[in-house]
């Protein structure tokens, strides 16, 4: 395979990573009655905000606020793309969408797979990326990201400024604004859990029954009366209840009394960082189903709460025959010494029997610039579509067949095609099923199923051949992971609105039953309560009936 090809697909598969918050972002702002210390974090010498900027279709802006989004399958054309400062802007943005009766959506970071913003309905766009700032708020004792703001930033300020972090994605240029709702995970959440499991408290603009715009904050203090705002926020995904403005983070178990350098997770310092490629040349179907079953076996019995092995975080990527190789990139967060020993055994186990990589590179870096480079591939302009899967267990013999058969078949011309298996649970699967908005507690890998190309006369080729793919993957249980003995549902910040599609759904489960399981009957009471006028709505948002 050539360079130039090698390239596109590690940079088409880079948008798979963990970080990667795959959701709209909308949800965010904060309270016109919140206390001036509460509003602007601290008491600091700041300029003078920026005006609320409005950027139509006739402004030099608009071009590049329409097409931010991470996949070129979707450009929407709003009216207005409003790029607010402060949470009172957002409030007036969001009343302006509610008088002009049109549709409204958010934007963060811009990496949504699917329409939700750029939606021929979608008449309004608020741009989340002017309100970008990390800093420690003393009233709340916790630190505040707001929706704007990039996991890399929030990584790097954190991190200078007090010794912690949070365990988001792999990606740092994906938005917190649609990551965190969406319950996102990264190279530490093996020890450290989601990112959503350490939310403290949620600014969000909401729009009430009368159609009038506010802001709340709502935190997860048992004694706040808004704290179902705050619960849908831990998993719920974004683009449901409101404008998300503003995150506090504080880990749970935490006090006022607890010094700022312990209130969140501290990173080790420094990461192996590792890639290891198999090629397919050689490789038949006996092998590769070894990998497959070895990998699977592997995170089966290293996935433990509190195991050594929960340091070590890879994402195996299954790319197809006609890419030249099999990916698996990660990190070690754990000292020299015990994390290359790690890796070593991580690679060992998984080529048991069959070949080992053919190319191996490691190496030892910083935390915070392994955090700051994540997979290190670049990400260039793609037209994508992903699918989403947790596994309890590893793959049955037939599924590893089907994955096999689909990654090798000669009747298509995907190139980009893959399935990534990256590794989860430890940490994660400490966290009661209901006591966030996540429900899935007790899976081992994640899986990641994506497709990308360059140009819309080869969407039809590309999708048939996911679509296929994914079918053939869930036969036994109508086309789509439904929850059981082996798989746990979806992810919902790998949105997929094929699973909302009674064609490519034929399991006789809800959507929402695959990405909430038990948890959707109270996000719905949450919506009723927090937007009785559906104000932000997509094509896999909460429902208010259904």
Not at 104 to 127: L, N, Y
Not at 213 to 222: D, N, Q
Not at 482 to 487: L, T
Request: glycine letters at 12%; hydrophobic letters at 40%; aromatic letters at 8%.
């Amino acid at each position: 395979m050539g360079g130039h090809s090698r390239r596109n697909v590690l940079r088409a598969t880079a948008l798979t990573g963990a970080g990667a918050a795959l959701t709209v972002t909308g949800s965010a702002g904060t309270p016109a009655s919140a206390s001036a210390a509460s509003s602007s974090g601290v008491d600091r010498d700041c300029p003078p905000p920026p005006e609320l900027v409005r950027a139509g279709p006739d402004d030099p802006r608009y071009a590049h606020l329409t097409s931010r989004g991470a996949s070129n399958r979707f450009r929407g054309t709003p009216d207005t793309v409003y790029v607010p400062s402060t949470t009172r802007q957002v409030v007036r943005a969001v009343q302006d969408a509610v008088r002009s009766g049109g549709r409204v959506a958010v934007r963060s970071g811009g990496h949504c797979f699917e329409d939700f913003v750029d939606h021929p309905d979608v008449r309004t766009v608020i741009d989340l990326s002017g309100m970008a700032d990390v800093y420690f708020d003393p009233v709340r004792h916790a630190f505040v990201v707001e929706a704007g703001a990039t996991l890399g930033e929030a990584f790097r300020r954190l991190y200078l400024g007090w010794g912690v972090t949070v365990p988001g994605g792999y990606c740092p240029e994906v938005g917190t604004g649609g990551h965190v709702p969406g319950g996102g995970y990264g190279p530490l959440c093996r020890l450290f859990g989601l990112i959503s499991d350490h939310l403290y408290a949620v600014e969000v603009v909401v729009v009430d029954r009368a159609g009038r715009a506010r802001s709340v904050i709502a935190s997860r203090e048992p004694s706040d009366p808004h704290r179902d705002l705050w619960w849908a926020h831990t998993g719920g995904g974004g683009g449901s209840f409101g404008v998300v403005t503003r995150y506090w983070f504080r880990s749970p178990g935490t006090t006022a009394a607890t010094a700022p350098e312990r209130l969140l997770p501290a990173p080790p310092a420094s990461a192996l960082t590792f890639r290891a490629e198999w090629t397919w040349e050689g490789l038949d179907r006996s092998a590769f189903s070894r990998l497959v079953a070895n990998h699977g076996r592997w995170a089966g019995r290293n996935s433990a709460p509190g195991s050594e092995q929960a340091a070590l975080y890879s994402e195996f990527v299954l790319l197809r025959r006609a890419a030249g190789f099999l990916l698996m990139v990660g990190q070690v967060a754990a000292g020299p010494g015990a994390g290359e020993r790690l890796l070593d055994e991580h690679i060992g186990a998984i080529s048991a029997g069959g070949p080992r990589p053919a190319r191996l590179t490691k190496q030892r870096m910083p935390w915070l610039t392994a955090a700051l480079r994540g997979t290190g591939d670049e990400v260039g302009d793609w037209r994508l579509k992903i699918k989403s899967g947790y596994l309890r267990r590893p793959f049955t013999d037939r599924q590893i067949a089907t994955i096999h058969h689909h990654l090798t078949r000669t009747d298509s011309d995907v190139v980009s095609g893959s399935l990534s298996l990256n590794t989860y649970g430890g940490q994660v699967n400490t966290v009661a099923p209901a006591a966030t908005a996540v429900a899935q507690r007790d899976a081992v890998v994640k899986l990641s199923y994506l497709t990308a190309w360059e140009r819309p006369d080869q969407d039809a080729a590309h999708l048939a051949w996911i679509r296929a793919f994914y079918r053939d993957m869930y036969a036994d249980t109508g086309g789509v992971p439904v929850p059981g003995s082996v798989h746990d549902g979806a992810f919902l910040n790998y949105p997929d609105s094929d699973l909302a599609d009674p064609a490519w759904n034929t399991s006789g489960e809800p959507w929402h039953a695959l990405y909430f399981k038990g948890n959707y009957a109270r996000l719905q009471a949450v919506k009723r309560r927090w937007d009785p006028r559906d104000v932000f709505h997509h094509a896999l948002s909460v429902r208010l009936e259904e």
